[in-house]
């Protein structure tokens, strides 16, 4: 296994029955990335984590990680994951602080000093002492965030996070996940249904459907010099600049601006010309595809993720 990888995914199936619901699945989990999975309802994205998590076993393939198989090596493997699927489980009439007591009592060798880590690292220093009954939704993800962390370990696998968060608790989680990966160097791998979420929190994401892993996508990817990309100009005359584009064999089209497809390379080049053309160039907008739109596009449409 490459010294960047924590997690290694390969040939996954699942069979239930005569049907099969995971079918050859291959992807790796970098160190201190956040790896999200997408997909339509029953796409396979919470079998795939049960799997990983060692909640179910794989009918074939090969599970690493870190160098350890879950097949033949499943507690050395198990030792560096920390997980939440679905809600975290907690005592209501405990406080925070005695939740993670009690599991810390179920890990090897977790310290005081364990407790206070992940306490601050989650940022409940203030409400650690409450009842949780009295905790938000937003409260109780983060603590089962905390009771995860609790054995410092190298690999997050989050089932739906922020499921049923308001907005700021939305926020919140997020922004513990990216600080996770981010500052602590872990790896990170999340599902959700909330496509703009998974865009602002993830470094890769793996779309799933029927089973299968079609694509692996670069949230951040950028376009490159040579990329044929839409440009939204706003100018003054239109009708000139529409006239210019036209002379370069260029279609343009008027949609709050004027918008066109060229290579970001003959930007420069084409403002040159439009003023050149007594035309007046505000702002140049390059309208960079999203994520729902990249995952629309795979899936064929199929929105329920």
Do not use: W
């Not at 029927?210 to 003054?236: K, L, P, W």
């Amino acid at each position: 296994m490459e010294e960047n990888i924590s997690l290694s995914v390969s040939h996954l199936k699942k069979d239930i029955g005569k049907r099969t619901i995971i079918n050859d699945v291959n992807f790796a989990v970098r160190k201190g990335e956040v790896f999200g999975f997408l997909g339509p309802n029953g796409a396979g994205k919470t079998t795939t984590i049960r799997m990983i998590v060692g909640l179910t076993s794989p009918t074939a393939g090969d599970i690493t990680i870190l160098g350890h198989p879950i097949t033949t090596e499943r507690a050395q493997a198990m030792e560096h994951v920390g997980a939440i699927v679905e809600n975290p489980e907690l005592y209501p009439f405990l406080s925070g602080l005695e939740n993670l007591k009690q599991f810390a009592r179920m890990q090897k060798a977790v310290s005081r000093e364990d407790i206070d880590r992940v306490v601050k690292l989650v940022g409940l220093e203030h409400s650690i002492k409450d009842k949780v009954k009295k905790y938000s939704l937003g409260m109780r993800q983060r603590l089962g965030l905390a009771q995860a962390l609790l054995h410092n370990p190298s690999i997050l696998i989050l089932d739906e996070p922020t499921n049923g968060l308001d907005p700021q608790g939305i926020r919140e989680i997020r922004d513990y996940i990216r600080k996770l990966a981010r500052e602590e160097g872990l790896s990170v791998i999340v599902s959700s249904h909330l496509l703009s979420e998974m865009e602002m929190m993830c470094d890769r994401i793996g779309i799933i459907q029927h089973g299968q892993m079609i694509s692996i996508e670069d949230v951040h990817q950028t376009s490159t010099a040579n990329d044929v990309v839409t440009h939204r100009f706003d100018v003054y005359p239109v009708d000139a600049a529409e006239h210019y584009f036209s002379s370069l064999g260029i279609q343009s089209m008027q949609e709050n601006g004027l918008v066109v497809q060229v290579k970001q390379k003959d930007v420069p080049e084409l403002v040159r010309g439009l003023v050149k053309a007594d035309v007046d160039v505000y702002s140049i907008v390059m309208n960079k595809e999203t994520l729902e739109e990249r995952f629309l596009k795979m899936t064929g449409g199929e929105q329920h993720v």
